[in-house]
Nanobody
Framework: QVQLVESGGGLVQPGGSLRLSCAAS????????MNWYRQAPGKQRELVSS???????NYLDSVKGRFTISRDNAKNSVYLQLNELRPEDTAVYFC?????????????WGQGTQVTVSS
C-alpha cells in the first residue's frame, strides 16, 4: 500500500504565495510521473502540472509563469510553489503519482489540500 500525503494549503490573499508538498510512503521501488491536479467547486478536476522522474515538466496554460513544480526523488516527494495567486486558483489540490512496485506501476491519489484565494 502507498499513501500520498499533501500539506501546505490554506487561505491567502490575491497576489500571495503558497507552497504545497506531497510525500509518498509505503511500498515503493520508484516513482514515475508525479502530478498536481485541482478541482474547484462545480468544476471538473484538471491537471495543473506534471513532472517526470527525470524532470520533464508541463503546466496548465493558466498557471505558467506563476506556479513551479519540483520533486525530490530521494524523499519520494513533489512540491508545487504557487505565486501570484488569483481567486480563480481556489480549489482543492490533489497529488497524484505513478508508483513502481515489483515491476508494475500503480496510480495513487492524495486526499487533497484546500487552497483558498480571497481578500
Amino acid at each position: 500500500q502507498v499513501q500520498l500525503v499533501e500539506s501546505g494549503g490554506g487561505l491567502v490573499q490575491p497576489g500571495g504565495s503558497l507552497r504545497l508538498s506531497c510525500a509518498a510512503s509505503g511500498s515503493i521501488n520508484s516513482i514515475g510521473v508525479m502530478n498536481w491536479y485541482r478541482q474547484a467547486p462545480g468544476k471538473q478536476r484538471e491537471l495543473v502540472s506534471s513532472i517526470s522522474f527525470h524532470g520533464v515538466i508541463n503546466y496548465l496554460d493558466s498557471v505558467k509563469g506563476r506556479f513551479t513544480i519540483s520533486r525530490d526523488n530521494a524523499k519520494n516527494s513533489v512540491y508545487l510553489q504557487l505565486n501570484e495567486l488569483r481567486p480563480e486558483d481556489t480549489a482543492v489540490y490533489f497529488c497524484n503519482a505513478d508508483i513502481l512496485w515489483l515491476g508494475n506501476f500503480y496510480n495513487y491519489w492524495g486526499q487533497g489540500t484546500q487552497v483558498t484565494v480571497s481578500s
